[in-house]
């Protein structure tokens, strides 16, 4: 198969210097040098991915332009942030993975193996460590703004691509994506869900402003035409959209209003999903007797293997990998990514994923990490607390039916949910001149 088409060179190369004058006024704005490092990591990460013709191919060691660039943020991210934020108790969890994924590799007889999955959940802590530390220098308001701009290449690109009908077609079913010149809808739309969750946080712009945001926002993710993302957007939207039209109403009304708009939200959702019927068609067979599906991969039909492109076939092939593993691997895992010598795709399912990879302590090491985030956003006032939540929920379903995990936009996403989170929560646990200090 060929790669998927990138903007034309010349027109490329000509956006992004566009968007780089608009980094570099957007980097003016702010203080400190976490806000310009997280901004900056950002906004390179989404320009390198458009150019993937270029960027995918190795370049040094076997690795890519790509992954070298993450392997760069990395340790700049290790050497520019504050090194007592490394401390924070959030982190734990992280740190208890990567412990894992390097004994797992190493008991496989594959330590290598592991430098990858570590590079990512150290690409994740320093999102999030520069988001918190940003956040902490800089008034939140004025970084959400300035952080818009890193998305700036998705929104150029993707306007390129539709003027000048650069669309990929799916492998399935034929349909088309408007992705900007990125290699997959999977990535490009994660991002853009990125992108709405942090919009979703302005409350400098006048409302009417912030809503048509939304909607362009929305409507972009729609047109990048990937399944997961838009039932991910469908948790995402309807409080993003109406939260801040809710608070200009005095409190008896809100509760009236916040209903009324959300049935009205539902009903564009299902209106989109039902253009689409013949995408999520597959999605209402599986739910409604997902028992028929939970089988050995050998008992699968030809139309069994066909639902949701192939998704329940290829989680079956990974449980019974592991089901039938030797105990050990059963507990630890067969390494980390260990599919890519023996599965054909990878697993579509991240808590599939870690079971394959690291076993039934990695499934519960995933899920202490989701926990302890989640519980973060939780504690969260009840005012700003639902902005957090939905945008962990929204992760979840991602992680439900492709890895954002395994992917550097979906760290990205889930790293900035995090970071805002950590800070919300320190902020109203010791006021508007938030400490510095770990919590």
Known sequence: MSDPPIL?????????????????????????????FVISAIWLRFLM?????????PLFAGLSGNAL???????????????????????????????????????????????????????????????????????????????????????????????????????????????????????FSIALLAGFFVLSLQRRWPLGVKLLALVIAAVAIYLANYRTSILALAALAPYALLGDMARSFVPRQRALVTALACILS???????????????????????????????????????????????????????????????????????????????VYPHNTLLAALFELGVFGVGAMLVFWITMLSVALGIAASDKWHFILGHAAFFILNMATMALWQIE???FYALICGFSLHAL????????????AI
């Open 266 to 344: 539902f009903a564009v959702v299902a209106a989109l999903a039902g253009s689409m019927a013949e995408r999520f068609g597959d999605i209402a067979a599986f739910t409604q007797s997902p028992e028929r599906y939970i089988k050995p991969p050998e008992e699968f039909t030809r139309e069994d293997m066909g639902l949701m492109s192939a998704r329940a076939y290829i989680w079956s092939t990974y449980f019974y990998g592991w089901l039938e593993a030797a105990p050990v691997q059963q507990l630890f895992g067969h390494g980390p990514d260990s599919w890519e010598d023996v599965m054909p």
């Open 8 to 36: 034309p060179l010349p027109i490329g190369l000509a956006a992004s210097a566009g968007v780089f004058i608009v980094l570099v006024l957007t980097l003016r704005q702010m203080r400190g040098r976490a806000a310009t």
């Open 69 to 187: 660039g993450s392997i760069a943020v990395t340790v700049a991210g290790i050497l520019l942030l504050a090194p007592r934020y490394w401390a924070l108790k959030v982190l734990l969890p992280v740190y208890g993975l990567i412990s894992l994924v390097i004994f797992s590799a190493v008991l496989n007889g594959a330590p290598a193996s592991a430098l990858n999955t570590v590079v990512k959940y150290l690409y994740f802590a320093v999102i999030l460590i520069a988001t918190y530390q940003a956040l902490l220098e800089n008034a939140p308001q004025r970084f959400t703004a300035g952080l818009l701009g890193a998305f700036a290449p998705l929104a150029v690109f993707q306007a390129l691509s539709l003027a000048l009908g650069v669309v990929k077609m799916s492998e399935s079913d034929g349909s088309a994506s408007y992705i900007g010149g990125y290699f997959h809808e999977a990535s």
């Open 426 to 437: 320190n902020k109203q646990r010791v006021g508007p001149r938030v400490a510095a200090q």
């Open 410 to 412: 979906g760290i990205i």
């Open 49 to 57: 991915s458009a150019f993937h013709t270029y960027t995918y191919d």
